[in-house]
């Protein structure tokens, strides 16, 4: 249920729905810049984030997996598919990184390796093998899940942010796994 200028009432239909998914994917996808990252803009005034150490992995990958989602949902919308693969790569060359050998891969995020973006890492990687059947992603994806399975504790609970590249557990929970 949304409110509209008169703040009435009025509840959100199918229709109105995949409108609202296909402008906001084709609005992500008109921000995409040449190198993968997608601009971003504050409320107030527009600024561009200046650098990847500021750049958020978590919220990136987080687009590519909704960007696929709503061309699996919908149906192709022009330009989404190839934004979303664009930057998938981007987040693979500078977001995920090895961890405890070779055979693991965790997401990382502003010097953490946190739970949370390893497991929407997990679920952008394989919309990312739909749209494209590139096996890679497959490869990519089980490595990550070994990074998820390595964070569960004997009690059954996940630690769910560590240092990076230390892996020692940091006290605060992963706003987007809690």
């Known amino acids: 249920m949304i409110l509209n200028e008169n703040r009435n009432m009025r509840f959100i239909t199918p229709d109105s729905a995949k409108k ?28 561009e984030i200046p650098s990847d150490d500021s750049y958020s992995s978590v919220r990136l990958i987080g687009v590519v997996w909704f960007l696929l989602e709503v061309g699996q949902v919908l149906g192709p919308i022009d330009g ?29 995020s502003e010097g953490f390796a946190k739970l949370g973006g390893a497991g929407m890492a997990l679920n952008a990687l394989c919309r990312l093998w739909d749209a494209s059947s590139d096996e890679r992603y497959l490869n990519l994806a089980r490595k990550v899940g070994n990074f998820i399975l390595l964070q569960q504790q004997d009690i059954g609970d996940f630690i ?19």
């Not at 998938?88 to 090895?98: K, M």
């Open 20 to 47: 609202v998914a296909t402008d906001c994917a084709t609005k992500l996808t008109s921000l995409l810049k040449p190198d993968g990252r997608f601009v971003y803009r504050s409320e107030f005034g527009g600024a």
């Open 80 to 108: 989404v598919r190839d934004a979303a693969l664009k930057a998938g790569e981007y987040a693979i060359e500078h977001f995920l990184v090895p961890y405890a050998g070779d055979e693991a891969l965790a997401v990382l």
């Open 160 to 178: 769910q942010v560590r240092q990076y590249p230390l892996g020692v557990p940091h006290p605060a929970r992963d706003g987007y796994a809690a």
